[in-house]
């Protein structure tokens, strides 16, 4: 199956071959039979052929890649071309107009023969212009090109152009002699409209109008996608069969960057679906949105700084939100380092959220570096099993302690379980039932320095 670059040149080419028989045939025709209409028929039908030229070297042009200095391609040129065909139009209109009028008003009707001949030329003429037209029409509408919807557009004035002048010498072979005359005005005024709805639509290409409606119908099926807040802008306008733009949207700021990608994946998605010939870059523009909790803008805010807390607690006392939270740095980092870190964390969080609050903050040591280690014998390990397991007996939350790994480091005893916890049970009482265990550990070995246990549901 031929692309839309084939296509297109496949069509250009033909167009030319049609229009340069065309064009012998009804010069011709109207040297023999003298017909001004026929001989400005031909001179059109010569200019289409210069212009069907001009088309398929446009639609090859226009089909180049984007490069260093065409960031958007090249389909643009294909209007500059059609441009150039309207220039031409309205070069011959105006030629025919002047020989017309000067016919017209000196009352010189030259006899014009109108034989069989004359007519079988037009008779082949309306018809290849009518298979040109449709099929043109056709591939211009499919692949979107403003060259070949020009080479449509003009076919089309041909085709009432030749049948006007097939009914103007019809009259002057009846005896109305000034109806060859009166047809070439005919011509002139379809080419003349022809010219006009080309350069009309030309220039709104050259000026980058967006397409009709297009804004508004993709705007609302990109407001219905989850997770979009906001359309905030959206630019379009036409590179030859492509429409390129690019679209703003709003997202909550609070979500992680992977959501974000898979909304703007979902956008893109949507644009595709609903406009194939689109090239849209989309932006995803960060939004706080107004029911955006403390604690969330908290967390938000010491993200972005790049600042570990924990513990975040949020009070209202009189009105007045208080914030406090624990901030993890470097233990080896001196104090007054680590103080300026924490107070302007504080001064961001003050800044940003509406209405006044207090922030307090309390700086805790951070081990940034790995830590080496090994596990313990076979003995140990038992040992600090069954002491995981009567903890949990005791405590009546978690069961079936399992996965038990101890390891020493210089930081002293690191020991990481897993366990079978109800999962029903809010967080707080996991948490709390962890830390019941934690600190029973913690009372029993000194040399313990973190106990981690992972509570997960019984079918996990």
Same mark, same amino acid.
């Given at each position: ?7 297109? !040149?496949?069509?250009?080419?033909? $167009? ?45 042009? %226009? ?47 030259? $006899? ?14 309306? +018809? ?6 449709? +099929? ?8 979107? %090109? ?9 076919? %089309? $004035? ?74 905030? %802008? ?46 849209? +870059?989309? +932006? ?125 480091? !210089? ?50």
């Amino acid at each position: 199956m031929q692309s839309h670059d084939d296509r297109k !040149k496949t069509a250009a080419l033909a $167009s030319i071959a049609a229009s340069a028989l065309l064009t012998l045939g009804k010069l011709a025709a109207g040297l023999a039979s003298g017909s001004l209409a026929l001989l400005s028929e031909s001179g059109h039908s010569l200019l289409d052929t210069g212009a069907t030229i001009i088309t398929y070297f446009a639609v090859r042009a %226009s089909s180049e890649p984007a490069d260093d200095e065409h960031h958007y391609g090249h389909g643009k040129i294909e209007a500059v071309a059609a441009l150039a065909e309207t220039g031409l139009l309205m070069v011959l209109v105006a030629g025919i107009l002047i020989e017309a009028i000067r016919r017209l008003l000196g009352h010189e009707a030259k $006899s014009v023969d109108a034989s069989w001949p004359v007519f079988a030329v037009l008779a082949i003429a309306i +018809t290849v212009d009518l298979i040109r037209w449709r +099929t043109l029409a056709r591939v211009a509408r499919e692949t979107r %090109s403003d060259a070949l919807a020009a080479d449509a557009l003009h076919f %089309s $004035s041909d085709l009432v152009a030749s049948i006007c002048v097939t009914g103007g010498l019809g009259a002057s072979r009846f005896g109305f002699q000034q109806g060859d005359t009166v047809a070439a005005v005919a011509v002139a005024v379809f080419i003349g409209i022809a010219g006009w709805r080309l350069g009309a639509r030309t220039i709104d290409t050259l000026l980058d109008r967006a397409p009709d409606g297009l804004a508004a119908r993709l705007r609302g099926k990109v407001e219905a996608v989850r997770g979009v807040v906001a359309v905030e %802008s959206l630019k379009l306008r036409p590179a030859g069969s492509r429409v390129v733009g690019e679209l703003g949207i709003g997202v909550a700021r609070t979500l992680p960057l992977e959501r974000v990608a898979a909304i703007r994946d979902a956008v893109a998605k949507t644009l595709r679906d609903e406009a194939p010939e689109t090239d849209i +870059t989309i +932006t995803a523009n960060p939004v706080a949105l107004d029911d955006e909790s403390v604690l969330e803008q908290v967390l938000l805010i010491a993200a972005r700084r790049r600042v570990p807390v924990h513990h975040v607690t949020v009070q209202e006392i009189d009105g007045v939100k208080c914030v406090g939270f624990d901030v993890e740095l470097d233990g080896d980092m001196p104090h007054g380092r680590a103080h300026d870190i924490a107070s302007a964390l504080e001064d961001a969080i003050r800044a940003e959220i509406a209405g006044g609050v207090e922030v307090d903050s309390h700086i805790e040591p951070l081990e940034v570096q790995e830590l080496a280690g090994q596990d313990v014998d076979a003995a140990r390990a038992a040992e600090l099993a069954a002491a995981l397991g009567a903890l949990a007996a005791r405590g009546g939350v978690l069961r079936d302690t399992h996965d038990v790994r101890a390891r020493v480091t !210089k930081q002293g005893l690191v020991v990481n379980y897993h366990c079978r916890v109800d999962p029903a049970l809010t967080v707080n009482a996991v948490h709390d039932a962890v830390d019941f265990i934690d600190h029973g550990m913690r009372n029993r070995f000194a040399d313990i320095a973190r106990v981690v246990g992972h509570a997960e549901p019984p079918d996990a």
